[in-house]
């Protein structure tokens, strides 16, 4: 019994520190209808900044905790709600969620920086050493405090929430901003207000749970907000008193699980396969929280169509053809070729890092470009892939690269089987629960990676090897080019037509007979193949890889500089592996002065998509457009040629640059279609 009692207290303690990090996400999801996917990295800055006054400058703890809580974390949440999240009101799910994680990955690099991770940093808790005698267990002051400060924060939040005018505008920004406005309250105030309050409560979350481990991480303390999501889920991300009782059941699991749960047995066999070396299953432990998360997803109520016509977009889905893409490939090879022999060795290895994470980019176009279905596991993906070659590549056998394709692209299909009732916000939590399972059981097996690594073969294909960095810079430029023009080939076909279809309007394909299931299905088996193909060529191209290789974290920089470069482009992930070689490995090697500031760039670039959802390609190639089309036909041409155009109703070639930009057409005879309807309404008006 006493034992049963210990493992309770210890469930509750960590329930309290996942019931204080849910209820800041619910404050800011339910007053702004943005998920903060940045609030553990909050709660792991806001801990070391602690650190910083409390330890390394001796400041005294109340003192510390005033300047953390009450005057940094807060200030810092104004700011992101008034710089970041208040430019977010008319944009896709797809950007709010790139941005908030572009939050998340900018806090995360802001922190190694400034606190490099090679430095032992440990924090005391409250009143380190004291402890209370229960009977049965010495509970800690800090782990009382722990407790005491969930039961403040479930008190204090039902007040000001439910009880007060403040709150209860704050609860109305998120339903109605409009309507809220004209009752006499200040939508951007209560905004501001959500967002400080809700970095008040991860610095607070971040700041007990570095006390309870004593030793400052930067890793599990970001990743503490993925443990809290089940919680906060638990809630739908709207009841307060669910969301504590979600934080109850989670703890507690959890520390039953620990103590009850023997895992210490390796698994041997799996019905009559016997499995040499075993599968360790201690693994399961520390994933209990993402396990729970995952059915919290499954379970919850589907979500309804929303028949509202067609969604409002800003975003350009280029068509390129397919053989453009051919000459693409060709020309890739041709350019990789010239790279490589005029910067040899380290120059073309980083490179080549580049272009392998830029077919994994690829990975994200039908997906997320297309489909609008957002995946946070590409590397993940990546991961199994590069593992698949690592075994079964033999010496760089192109059965082994097709084996990695095909057995990512089929795990694609089984995490996609419980995924496709999902959507939107849902959908990236349920991936990125999957990313972050496959971190802490798959990656982590020395049945798959020995020695915690595993040496990949490169190809060597039909005599020809492909050994050398030169040889396999061209191999990674060619297979681009070459995945790039199947899905520009793709782009045209009815399937590609439906993706686009089911992102601008998903009720609409249900209405029209479209079955949104196998659609689903069917895409992300495909991403998830490209993503394999990807890892095995990335891994051949390290060589070896190991877990870190492609952790959750790991994923964010991949998503990022696809979406700066444009996600629903082939040519955006060219332009994200190039960037990342660039940005990650070339320039901080060549100039270490500006390392850091390269680093963060992915996030800036991230958190502007807000004002610019088509990426860096797409607006560059818009441009040359626009201003070749001023160059070659002035607005006098069409004019002249047709009179009654002239004046408020000329139509010029700017104005197809426009009409491109504004309703993405890409199709030469719609462009007929449409000028000649816009002379005809001008002849009729003269």
Known sequence: MEEFLTFTVTGLVTAALYAVAASGLVVTYTTSGIFNFGH??????AA??????????????????????????????????????????????????????????????????????????????FYSGNTFDLGFINLTWHDAATILA???????????????????????????????????????????????????????????????????????????????????????????????????????????????????????????????????????????????????????????????????????????????????????????????????????????????????????????????????????????????????????????????????GAVGAVVALPALRLRGLYLALGTAAFAVFMDLVFFNQTRFLPNGNIQVPRLDLFGVSFD????????????????GAALAWLRHQEFGRRLLAMKSSDAACVTLGVNLTITKLQVFTMSAAIAGLGGALYGAQLRSVSPPTFQFLQSLPVLLLAVVGGIAAVGGALFGGIVYALTFLIVPDVYPSVKDLLTIGPALAGISLGRNPNGAVNETVRSIHEARARRHQPAADDAKDHPALAGIDGFTRADRARFDRELGLVDEAAYVRLRALREGRGHGAA
């Open 40 to 45: 553990g990295a909050v709660g792991m800055f």
């Open 48 to 125: 070391f900044t602690y650190w910083q006054v409390r330890v390394d400058w001796n400041w005294p703890a109340p003192l510390a905790l005033i300047a953390v809580l009450l005057v940094l974390a807060p200030a810092f949440g104004v700011v992101v709600e008034r710089v970041i999240m208040r430019g977010l009101q008319n944009v896709s799910e797809v950007t709010k969620l790139v941005v908030s994680v572009s939050l998340l990955f900018g806090v995360f690099q802001g922190a190694i920086i400034l606190f490099p991770p090679n430095v032992s940093r440990r924090l005391p808790g």
């Open 150 to 408: 969930a039961i403040i924060t479930a008190v204090v939040l039902r007040f000001l929430l439910y009880s007060t005018r403040t709150g209860v505008a704050m609860r109305g920004v998120v339903d109605d901003r409009e309507l809220t406005q004209l009752n006499g309250a200040n939508p951007d105030r209560s905004s501001m207000l959500a967002w400080a309050l809700g970095m008040s409560l991860a610095a607070l979350a971040g700041i007990l749970l570095a006390g309870s481990q004593g030793v400052l991480s930067h890793v599990p303390l970001t990743l503490l907000v993925i443990n809290a999501y089940a919680a906060a889920m638990f809630g739908r991300l709207e009841s307060l008193p669910r969301t504590f009782l979600g934080a109850i059941v989670l703890g507690l699991m959890q520390s039953y699980g620990i103590g009850y749960l023997s895992l210490n047995e390796p698994l041997r066999s799996i019905f009559t396969v016997n499995l040499d070396p075993p599968l360790s299953l201690s693994g399961l432990r520390p994933a209990i929280p993402i396990i729970a998360l995952f059915l919290v997803l499954l379970f919850l109520p589907r979500q309804r169509l929303v028949a509202a016509g067609q969604r409002k977009s800003r975003e350009i889905i280029p068509a390129p053809s397919m053989v453009r893409w051919l000459i693409g490939a060709a020309a890739l090879g041709v350019i990789s070729y010239g790279y490589a022999t005029q910067y040899p060795g380290v120059r073309t290895f980083q490179m080549g890092q580049g272009l392998a994470l830029g077919i994994i980019m690829l990975s994200l176009v039908p997906l997320i470009g297309w489909a609008g279905q957002i995946s946070l596991a590409p590397m993940a993906f990546a991961g199994i892939g590069a593992v698949v070659m690592g075994h079964w590549g033999g010496d760089g056998t192109l059965e082994g690269l097709v084996a990695a394709t095909l057995v990512a």
């Open 468 to 483: 050398d960095e030169r040889a396999h810079l061209v191999l990674l430029g060619v297979v681009f080019g070459l995945v």
